[in-house]
Antibody
Framework: EVQLVESGGGLVQPGRSLRLSCTTS????????MGWVRQAPGKGLEWVGF??????????EYAASVKGRFTISRDDSKSIAYLQMNSLKTEDTAVYYC?????????????WGQGTLVTVSS | DIQMTQSPSSLSASVGDRVTITCRAS??????LAWYQQKPGKAPKLLLY???RLESGVPSRFSGSGSGTDYTLTISSLQPEDFAIYYC?????????FGQGTKVEIK
């Protein structure tokens, strides 16, 4: 059974950093791209970014709203994806979902974690 | 970025009704279109991809169609468990985008 479990969320002050982890199981992690999608309270879905598999260079793409502040990485030996969030703003407050991308270049999301809440507030 | 506009934003329907939700892209997305269902407090669930391909395990009452800029999600006979918010997503471009969502409520 495919499982994605996010951790690392919490309350953080504006300007500070936070790192989210996505621990996976049930599939060969290294074969898949992984993505992050967020949802502000009461709002819709917003794509954050994704990281390709190492077979495709392990390269990353980011939404304009987080580019330069957020970094996605992966550890294939541990089957974990990370989202490093720096210079956090109040508008980054959201539930962050880890997602699996079923194809190497078709970036929709077939599995989602349960989400972790990040609250940016002073 | 490609903008995705869903209509309606919300609708009320009864069990057994046929429901159609529309998603319009600001430019053609060549059937690179997915639909998700989200229930309160839960993660979204993939329903369809490539505009019309049903994800494994999804009931056949869900179907998708469309081409170019205009796509639809149809629920042929609404069931109690289908009351939720539905989102479309284009993945034609690397910078993928979602529609704003359509809330399906009980009439």
């Amino acid at each position: 059974e495919v499982q994605l479990v996010e951790s690392g969320g919490g309350l953080v002050q504006p300007g500070r950093s936070l790192r989210l982890s996505c621990t996976t199981s049930g599939f060969t992690f290294g074969d898949y791209a992984m993505g992050w999608v967020r949802q502000a309270p009461g709002k819709g879905l917003e794509w954050v970014g994704f990281i390709r598999s190492n077979a495709y260079g392990g390269t990353t793409e980011y939404a304009a709203s987080v580019k330069g502040r957020f970094t996605i990485s992966r550890d294939d030996s541990k089957s974990i994806a990370y989202l490093q969030m720096n210079s956090l703003k109040t508008e980054d407050t959201a539930v962050y979902y880890c997602t699996r991308v079923p194809g190497s270049y078709l970036f929709y999301f077939d599995y989602w974690g349960q989400g972790t809440l990040v609250t940016v507030s002073s | 970025d490609i903008q995705m506009t869903q209509s309606p934003s919300s609708l009320s329907a009864s069990v057994g009704d046929r429901v159609t939700i529309t998603c319009r892209a600001s430019q053609g997305v060549s059937n690179s279109l997915a639909w998700y269902q989200q229930k309160p407090g839960k993660a979204p669930k993939l329903l369809l991809y490539a505009a019309s391909r049903l994800e494994s395990g999804v009931p056949s009452r869900f179907s998708g169609s469309g081409s170019g800029t205009d796509y639809t999600l149809t629920i042929s006979s609404l069931q109690p468990e289908d009351f939720a918010i539905y989102y479309c997503q284009q993945y034609y471009t690397t910078l993928t985008t979602f529609g704003q969502g359509t809330k399906v409520e009980i009439k």
